[in-house]
Protein backbone atom coordinates (compact mmCIF):
# COMPACT_ATOMS: atom_id res chain seq x y z
CA UNK A 1 0.00 0.00 0.00
CA UNK A 2 1.30 3.48 -1.02
CA UNK A 3 1.60 5.37 2.01
CA UNK A 4 -0.42 8.60 2.19
CA UNK A 5 1.62 11.93 1.84
CA UNK A 6 1.69 14.80 3.90
CA UNK A 7 3.61 18.27 2.74
CA UNK A 8 3.94 20.85 5.68
CA UNK A 9 4.95 24.85 4.45
CA UNK A 10 7.30 26.29 7.08
CA UNK A 11 7.57 30.19 6.92
CA UNK A 12 8.69 30.69 10.02
CA UNK A 13 12.40 31.60 10.74
CA UNK A 14 14.89 32.79 13.24
CA UNK A 15 12.89 35.69 14.54
CA UNK A 16 10.40 33.68 15.43
CA UNK A 17 11.94 30.65 18.07
CA UNK A 18 8.88 29.94 19.25
CA UNK A 19 7.25 28.58 16.00
CA UNK A 20 10.43 26.85 14.70
CA UNK A 21 10.20 23.65 17.04
CA UNK A 22 6.66 22.43 16.23
CA UNK A 23 6.50 21.53 12.76
CA UNK A 24 9.57 19.90 12.70
CA UNK A 25 7.77 17.57 15.85
CA UNK A 26 4.79 17.49 13.70
CA UNK A 27 6.93 16.33 10.59
CA UNK A 28 8.67 13.69 12.55
CA UNK A 29 5.13 12.37 14.33
CA UNK A 30 3.51 11.72 11.07
CA UNK A 31 6.80 10.13 9.54
CA UNK A 32 6.54 7.83 12.55
CA UNK A 33 3.04 7.15 11.85
CA UNK A 34 4.18 5.96 8.26
CA UNK A 35 3.36 9.15 6.32
CA UNK A 36 5.28 10.02 3.47
CA UNK A 37 6.30 13.42 4.74
CA UNK A 38 7.83 16.87 2.80
CA UNK A 39 8.17 20.04 4.28
CA UNK A 40 8.61 22.74 2.18
CA UNK A 41 10.60 26.17 3.22
CA UNK A 42 10.08 29.76 2.36
CA UNK A 43 10.08 32.92 3.20
CA UNK A 44 12.24 33.00 6.01
CA UNK A 45 11.44 29.36 6.64
CA UNK A 46 14.74 28.79 4.27
CA UNK A 47 16.77 30.38 6.82
CA UNK A 48 16.50 27.28 8.62
CA UNK A 49 18.29 25.38 6.81
CA UNK A 50 21.35 27.40 6.24
CA UNK A 51 24.50 25.91 7.60
CA UNK A 52 25.12 26.11 11.35
CA UNK A 53 21.75 28.57 12.27
CA UNK A 54 19.52 26.26 13.52
CA UNK A 55 21.80 25.23 16.39
CA UNK A 56 21.94 28.88 17.51
CA UNK A 57 17.80 28.78 17.80
CA UNK A 58 16.05 28.20 21.02
CA UNK A 59 12.38 27.99 20.76
CA UNK A 60 12.62 27.48 24.69
CA UNK A 61 15.28 28.46 27.09
CA UNK A 62 17.24 26.09 28.35
CA UNK A 63 15.86 23.37 26.16
CA UNK A 64 16.65 21.76 22.69
CA UNK A 65 18.06 23.54 19.25
CA UNK A 66 16.02 23.96 16.65
CA UNK A 67 19.09 21.86 15.10
CA UNK A 68 17.77 18.89 16.93
CA UNK A 69 14.57 19.19 16.30
CA UNK A 70 15.46 19.34 12.54
CA UNK A 71 17.95 16.56 13.03
CA UNK A 72 15.17 14.18 14.32
CA UNK A 73 12.83 14.85 11.56
CA UNK A 74 15.74 14.17 9.26
CA UNK A 75 16.03 10.34 10.83
CA UNK A 76 12.62 9.91 11.09
CA UNK A 77 12.86 10.24 7.27
CA UNK A 78 11.01 13.73 6.63
CA UNK A 79 12.04 15.06 3.02
CA UNK A 80 13.01 18.76 2.75
CA UNK A 81 12.52 20.97 -0.09
CA UNK A 82 13.64 24.69 -0.11
CA UNK A 83 11.98 27.24 -2.24
CA UNK A 84 14.57 28.52 -5.09
CA UNK A 85 12.53 32.33 -4.84
CA UNK A 86 13.13 32.61 -1.43
CA UNK A 87 16.72 31.79 -1.62
CA UNK A 88 17.38 34.43 -3.81
CA UNK A 89 15.75 36.71 -1.35
CA UNK A 90 18.03 36.12 1.40
CA UNK A 91 21.07 35.86 -0.87
CA UNK A 92 21.66 31.79 0.00
CA UNK A 93 23.09 29.26 -2.61
CA UNK A 94 22.58 25.33 -2.38
CA UNK A 95 26.29 25.44 -0.86
CA UNK A 96 24.80 27.49 2.15
CA UNK A 97 22.66 25.24 2.90
CA UNK A 98 22.59 22.14 4.74
CA UNK A 99 22.85 18.49 2.81
CA UNK A 100 20.39 16.72 1.90
CA UNK A 101 18.00 19.51 0.97
CA UNK A 102 15.85 19.56 -2.37
CA UNK A 103 16.03 23.14 -4.11
CA UNK A 104 12.27 23.28 -5.64
CA UNK A 105 10.54 26.35 -7.42
CA UNK A 106 7.31 27.70 -6.30
CA UNK A 107 5.04 25.51 -9.33
CA UNK A 108 6.58 22.40 -7.46
CA UNK A 109 4.93 23.03 -4.02
CA UNK A 110 1.21 22.87 -6.04
CA UNK A 111 2.34 20.13 -7.78
CA UNK A 112 3.42 18.14 -4.28
CA UNK A 113 0.15 19.44 -2.65
CA UNK A 114 -1.82 17.82 -5.39
CA UNK A 115 -0.30 14.43 -4.58
CA UNK A 116 -0.72 15.00 -0.65
CA UNK A 117 -3.61 13.83 1.54
CA UNK A 118 -2.85 16.91 3.68
CA UNK A 119 -1.19 20.20 3.34
CA UNK A 120 -0.50 21.98 6.56
CA UNK A 121 1.43 25.34 6.77
CA UNK A 122 3.50 26.67 9.81
CA UNK B 1 12.90 -11.30 35.97
CA UNK B 2 16.32 -10.31 34.12
CA UNK B 3 18.16 -6.95 34.22
CA UNK B 4 20.80 -5.74 31.92
CA UNK B 5 22.89 -2.44 32.15
CA UNK B 6 20.02 -1.75 34.96
CA UNK B 7 17.17 -2.57 32.64
CA UNK B 8 14.49 -4.79 33.20
CA UNK B 9 13.88 -7.57 30.25
CA UNK B 10 12.27 -10.78 30.95
CA UNK B 11 13.48 -13.32 29.98
CA UNK B 12 10.03 -15.05 28.60
CA UNK B 13 9.71 -12.35 26.05
CA UNK B 14 11.02 -11.79 22.98
CA UNK B 15 12.37 -8.41 21.94
CA UNK B 16 13.37 -6.66 18.57
CA UNK B 17 16.07 -5.17 19.92
CA UNK B 18 16.60 -2.94 17.38
CA UNK B 19 13.71 -0.70 18.22
CA UNK B 20 12.88 -1.63 22.00
CA UNK B 21 10.10 -3.25 21.67
CA UNK B 22 8.71 -6.79 23.17
CA UNK B 23 6.35 -9.31 22.03
CA UNK B 24 4.84 -12.11 23.77
CA UNK B 25 2.92 -15.33 22.09
CA UNK B 26 -0.90 -15.05 24.22
CA UNK B 27 -2.41 -18.53 22.60
CA UNK B 28 -3.61 -18.85 19.33
CA UNK B 29 -1.51 -16.64 16.83
CA UNK B 30 -2.10 -13.46 19.18
CA UNK B 31 1.01 -11.99 19.94
CA UNK B 32 0.87 -8.47 22.47
CA UNK B 33 3.32 -5.61 21.84
CA UNK B 34 4.92 -3.28 23.71
CA UNK B 35 7.72 -0.88 24.67
CA UNK B 36 10.38 -2.34 27.24
CA UNK B 37 12.27 -0.27 29.76
CA UNK B 38 15.17 0.56 27.29
CA UNK B 39 12.41 2.31 25.13
CA UNK B 40 10.56 4.05 28.09
CA UNK B 41 14.84 5.18 29.27
CA UNK B 42 15.24 6.33 25.90
CA UNK B 43 11.88 8.31 25.50
CA UNK B 44 13.25 10.42 28.27
CA UNK B 45 10.36 11.03 30.59
CA UNK B 46 6.68 11.13 31.18
CA UNK B 47 4.60 10.26 27.53
CA UNK B 48 2.34 12.44 27.03
CA UNK B 49 0.16 10.31 24.02
CA UNK B 50 0.45 6.56 22.71
CA UNK B 51 -1.40 6.76 19.57
CA UNK B 52 -2.22 3.97 17.16
CA UNK B 53 -4.01 5.28 13.78
CA UNK B 54 -7.40 4.20 13.69
CA UNK B 55 -7.40 3.02 10.15
CA UNK B 56 -4.47 0.69 11.28
CA UNK B 57 -7.43 -1.51 12.86
CA UNK B 58 -7.80 -4.34 10.76
CA UNK B 59 -5.20 -3.78 8.63
CA UNK B 60 -1.85 -5.90 7.47
CA UNK B 61 0.89 -4.57 9.56
CA UNK B 62 4.55 -5.66 7.54
CA UNK B 63 7.61 -6.07 10.17
CA UNK B 64 9.10 -3.15 11.36
CA UNK B 65 6.82 -0.82 10.56
CA UNK B 66 4.92 1.32 12.86
CA UNK B 67 1.88 0.06 14.91
CA UNK B 68 1.69 3.29 17.46
CA UNK B 69 3.75 6.32 18.29
CA UNK B 70 5.24 7.53 21.39
CA UNK B 71 5.24 11.36 22.33
CA UNK B 72 6.68 13.01 25.19
CA UNK B 73 8.43 16.46 25.72
CA UNK B 74 11.73 15.62 24.71
CA UNK B 75 11.01 12.20 22.15
CA UNK B 76 8.45 11.33 19.30
CA UNK B 77 9.03 8.27 17.37
CA UNK B 78 7.38 5.25 16.48
CA UNK B 79 6.98 1.62 17.79
CA UNK B 80 7.46 -1.16 14.92
CA UNK B 81 5.84 -4.18 14.79
CA UNK B 82 8.42 -6.96 16.15
CA UNK B 83 6.73 -9.31 13.42
CA UNK B 84 3.82 -9.41 10.73
CA UNK B 85 0.46 -9.61 11.34
CA UNK B 86 -3.01 -8.25 11.38
CA UNK B 87 -3.47 -5.10 13.96
CA UNK B 88 -6.29 -6.98 16.28
CA UNK B 89 -6.59 -4.12 18.61
CA UNK B 90 -4.90 -1.38 21.01
CA UNK B 91 -4.65 -1.03 24.32
CA UNK B 92 -7.57 1.32 25.68
CA UNK B 93 -6.41 2.16 28.78
CA UNK B 94 -3.36 3.85 27.00
CA UNK B 95 -5.65 6.58 26.33
CA UNK B 96 -6.54 7.60 29.74
CA UNK B 97 -2.93 7.17 30.95
CA UNK B 98 -0.31 6.79 28.08
CA UNK B 99 2.58 6.78 30.65
CA UNK B 100 1.60 2.94 31.83
CA UNK B 101 3.53 2.03 28.67
CA UNK B 102 6.77 3.18 30.77
CA UNK B 103 5.64 2.63 34.51
CA UNK B 104 4.01 -0.97 34.01
CA UNK B 105 5.41 -1.73 30.36
CA UNK B 106 5.21 -5.49 30.71
CA UNK B 107 1.61 -5.50 32.26
CA UNK B 108 -1.21 -3.09 31.97
CA UNK B 109 1.05 -0.52 29.36
CA UNK B 110 1.07 -3.03 26.93
CA UNK B 111 0.65 -1.12 23.24
CA UNK B 112 -1.24 -3.37 20.93
CA UNK B 113 -2.28 -6.98 19.67
CA UNK B 114 -1.39 -8.50 16.60
CA UNK B 115 -2.82 -11.83 14.62
CA UNK B 116 0.51 -13.18 13.28
CA UNK B 117 -0.34 -16.47 11.48
CA UNK B 118 3.74 -16.85 10.82
CA UNK B 119 4.49 -16.18 14.69
CA UNK B 120 6.22 -19.44 14.38
CA UNK B 121 8.85 -18.66 11.84
CA UNK B 122 8.82 -14.81 12.10
CA UNK B 123 10.22 -15.28 16.00
CA UNK B 124 13.28 -16.14 14.68
CA UNK B 125 14.24 -12.66 13.43
CA UNK B 126 13.75 -11.54 17.29
CA UNK B 127 16.10 -12.14 20.41
CA UNK B 128 14.71 -14.46 23.08
CA UNK B 129 16.24 -16.67 26.36
CA UNK B 130 19.55 -16.54 28.11
CA UNK B 131 21.66 -16.45 24.46
CA UNK B 132 19.26 -13.40 23.55
CA UNK B 133 19.44 -11.32 26.33
CA UNK B 134 22.99 -11.95 25.99
CA UNK B 135 23.10 -10.57 22.57
CA UNK B 136 20.95 -7.51 23.66
CA UNK B 137 23.48 -7.20 26.51
CA UNK B 138 25.96 -6.40 24.04
CA UNK B 139 24.08 -4.36 21.79
CA UNK B 140 23.00 -2.04 24.78
CA UNK B 141 26.58 -1.94 25.63
CA UNK B 142 27.45 -0.99 21.86
CA UNK B 143 25.02 1.83 22.03
CA UNK B 144 26.48 2.50 25.60
CA UNK B 145 23.02 2.62 26.67
CA UNK B 146 21.68 2.00 30.19
CA UNK B 147 18.63 2.05 32.94
CA UNK B 148 20.95 3.30 35.68
Given at each position: ?29 A ?79 W????G ?7 | ?94 T ?33 G ?8 A ?10
Amino acid sequence: MEPDKILIMMTSGPDTPRRCATPFFMATLAAAMEYEVTMFFTIDGTLLLKRGMAATIFPKAGGKSVESFLNEALEAGVKLTACTASMELHGLTQSDLIDGVKMVGGASFWQMSEGAKTVVSF
Amino acid sequence: MGKIRGCELPEDLYYYAEKHVWAKPMGGSLIRVGMNTVAGKLSGGKLNAVTVRAKNIGAEIAAGKSVATVESSKYVGPVPAPVAGVLKRANEKLTADPNLAITDPYGEGWIVELESPNWETDKAGLLAGPDGLAAYKAKLEADGISCE
